[in-house]
């Protein structure tokens, strides 16, 4: 069935260094991938998100990109700050239905 | 942006109890709504998908019976957890999908906890 991996489960970065957060999807018709923030029992907050007839987008420190051949998909964090310690998680969508497949979550610390 | 609200926000019930959740698309039709069930550290689990005035799709492994989704309106969706256990503690979330645009958008979540 449908499967999205993420790597790495935790990662931790000291304030101003990038973070990267890797995501492989298993649905070649996958065509909608966008990425969550969740706070400790918050709900999920959608921070970017890409389609599949984009290669890159960006939005201030966050950019996303694509490789639609290799079906991986990736989160990129610049000059990281404290408040973006949460964990993040990515999603798939499929063609033709609305079912958005997660992958297992990236806890992200930010140190000061 | 879209507002989606999920009642209660907590609620500890004893075991063998039914509990009802509700999910309110508050600002927009929602075409779908999404069960998910989250468990501490980690992800979000699909558990059932659910369209105004059919019944809903469930995921492999998710008993049908135990979580018995009603989509009466096309801005609200109940899960109700029927003869519920311990093991059925979790933070349910529900979400809303736009007719406008497709995007999906979260409820703050459940926590439900069983005694």
């Known amino acids: 069935g449908e499967n999205v991996e993420q790597h790495p489960s935790t990662l931790s970065v000291q304030e101003g260094d990038s973070a990267v957060i890797k995501c492989t999807y298993s649905?070649?018709?996958?065509?909608?991938f966008p990425w969550y923030k969740q706070e400790l029992g918050k709900r999920p907050q959608l921070i970017i998100d890409?389609?599949?007839?984009?290669g890159e987008k960006k939005d201030q420190r966050i950019a996303v990109t694509l490789n639609k051949t290799a079906k991986h998909f990736s989160l990129h964090i610049t000059e990281t700050q404290p408040e973006d310690s949460a964990v993040y998680f990515c999603?798939?969508?499929?063609?033709?239905?609305?079912?958005?497949?997660f992958g297992t979550g990236t806890r992200l610390k930010v140190l000061a | 942006g879209a507002v989606v609200s999920q009642h209660p926000s907590r609620v500890i019930c004893k075991s063998g109890t039914s509990v009802k959740i509700e999910c309110r698309s508050l600002?927009?039709?929602?075409?779908?709504m999404f069960w998910y069930r989250q468990f501490p550290k980690k992800s979000l689990m699909l558990m059932a998908t659910?369209?105004?005035?059919?019944?809903?799709?469930?995921e492999q492994g998710v008993e049908k019976d135990k979580f018995l989704i009603n989509h009466a309106s096309l801005t609200l969706s109940t899960l109700t957890v029927t003869s519920a256990h311990p093991e059925d503690s979790s933070f349910y979330i529900c979400?809303?999908?736009?007719?406008?645009?497709?995007?999906?958008?979260f409820g703050p979540g459940t926590r439900l906890t069983v005694l």
């Open positions: 600002d927009f039709q929602a075409t779908t």
């Open positions: 890409i389609r599949s007839n984009v």
């Open positions: 649905d070649s018709a996958s065509n909608y």
């Open positions: 999603a798939a969508r499929t063609s033709g239905t609305y079912k958005y497949i």
């Open positions: 979400s809303a999908t736009s007719r406008a645009n497709n995007e999906q958008f």
């Open positions: 659910s369209n105004e005035g059919s019944k809903a799709t469930y």
